[in-house]
């Protein structure tokens, strides 16, 4: 037939059901959809798997998987989401179709056009991640407190950094703020200590998924 246009797609790498183990809604029976890709090489990356592969899957079909978990909570992650220009309309769609809809990106990509009903979780790169330059600062300007900042710290240096940045540009103004540690470089306990000492208005965090099974993929 002609005059018909094929649905968008995009390149998926997985689509798993798992507790979020992240943010906010930690805890959470949450579908995850990851994308391939992503422009960055962050020093500490746990899903390298993702920068390539995967297979292409038209919108309606993404749908499809996600709908067949019967789970209120999605989270679109990656790779580098936003690295896929289809992925403005899934996250749309997602929404349209009744999602709770978390949007896990880099911050090196403009965030402006997501739709404002996706909860932005946004990573501000640390100079120990190795792509400090690749910070899109103006993104800051465009959150809520819908949305969270991210910080993934890797030692003392990458710690006076953030909590210096959180200071002056008094980000805890803008959204809820979380520190991790980096997994087998930094301690928990550690970073712990000093965001107490410092009295910091941030959540500390630990990844969940990893605290119960790893490295495992598709948790």
Known sequence: MTGLSRPPSLKISEIFYSLQGEASRAGLPTVFVRLTGCPLRCIWCDTEHAFSGGQRMSLPRILEAVGQYGIRQV?????EPLAQKNCLQLLSALCAAGYEVALETSGALDI???D???????????????EFSKNRWQNLELLTPRDELKFVLKDR?????ARDTV???RLDTLC????SPVQGALEARTLA????????????????????WGN????
């Open 157 to 161: 240096a990458d710690y006076e950094w």
């Open 112 to 114: 402006s056009e997501v």
């Open 116 to 130: 404002s009903r996706v909860s932005r979780i946004v990573d501000l790169k640390a100079p120990g991640s190795g």
């Open 193 to 212: 200590e000093w965001i107490l000492a410092d009295r910091l208005q941030v959540r500390f965090q630990l990844q969940l998924h990893k605290q119960l």
């Open 216 to 219: 495992m993929r598709g948790k």
């Open 167 to 169: 200071i002056g540009r």
């Open 75 to 79: 989270c679109v992650t990656g790779g």
């Open 176 to 179: 809820p703020l979380l520190f």
